[in-house]
């Protein structure tokens, strides 16, 4: 359901976001995670086009992910900016 919303509400893929954060794009499904079972299942349901990996899966496969750090790269690149933002805005 989050997937289809994100779709519906234009998020973008996980690879456009991380261009639009300027950040390094993957090159592949196999640069996104090196859990097998997880790149073989995201091969399979977005044809190997890594262009097509939706945000959500791909934030939460991404790796490596720091010691101690509970999420990936790129949410915490995210986190990093709103937390900013949120300091700022608030009096």
């Not at 995201?42 to 190997?48: A, C, H, L, P, Q």
């Amino acid at each position: 359901m989050d997937i289809l919303r994100d779709r519906e509400r234009g998020v973008p893929r996980y690879n456009k976001f991380r261009r639009l954060l300027h950040m390094k794009p993957a090159k592949s499904i196999d640069h996104i995670t090196t859990n097998k079972e997880h790149v073989a299942a995201m091969k399979e349901v977005y044809g190997n086009d890594v262009e097509k990996v939706d945000l959500l899966i791909g934030c939460l496969a991404e790796e490596p992910r720091p010691d101690g750090f509970g999420f990936s790269d790129t949410q915490f690149a995210l986190f990093v900016i709103m937390a900013s933002r949120r300091i700022q805005a608030d009096r």
